[in-house]
């Protein structure tokens, strides 16, 4: 059911607390995935480097592979951002066991580009309407395995009343890799988890779990729920 225009629908204060809890409580995890996924998505890349002149054929697929594995780590990483948000204990495993989403999840990014991009061709405001419009898309991909233009569909519905939020949540959250990026390498490493929890967090408030998909939904990622949960050991 869609909430009312004029409904908050999600925090973004509330959403950066939970962020920064689950960073908080979990760096050293966050620290692993940054340097796996630094290491296993750069490798394609060197190889494409040092062949492009040697060997152009091995240089290609070397980028095509790299493209590949991004989109696969993007998946990885959005399946365990949503484990936390859902109370549940994720894994490293996670962040290379999705791969048969890898088509959807590369047309629904390439379509919500092409959406992005006309919008800013006709004109600045579109293009911001349909960042906002489609910025779900994705997370629905990952979160019910919905197919490219139905999540698109989907996403344009559970934002519909709340792209103004978005649009100040997107401003709010750049705001805090900027604090990070000031404070040099250790802030990045806190700032970045933050947002990207904080992310899934508001995503879950615009689509929450539905029943019986596993584990139940945290109370307060439920319209109505209690507004300090993030304190609450696990």
Known sequence: MIAPTNAPRFSIGEAVRFGWGV???????FVVMVIVTTIVDGIPG??????QKSAPL???LAGLLGGAIGLVTSIGWTKILLRFVDGEQPTHADLYAHHRLLFKYFLVSLLTMLAIAAGFVLFII???????RYSMSA??????????????????????????QLFV???????????GFMALAIGVLWAFPTVMVAGAFIYRRLSPREPGAGAGVPAAVLPGGPKEWWTTPR
């Open 23 to 29: 960073t908080r409580r979990n760096f050293g995890f």
């Open 46 to 51: 060197k190889i494409q480097v040092a062949t």
């Open 58 to 60: 091995i240089s290609i």
């Open 126 to 132: 579109p293009g911001f309407l349909a960042m906002m």
């Open 139 to 164: 997370f629905l991909v990952v979160d019910r395995g919905l197919g490219p233009i139905e999540a698109m569909r989907k996403s344009a519905e559970i934002t519909r009343g709340a792209r103004w």
């Open 169 to 179: 949540a997107g401003f709010a959250l750049l705001g805090v890799m900027i604090l």
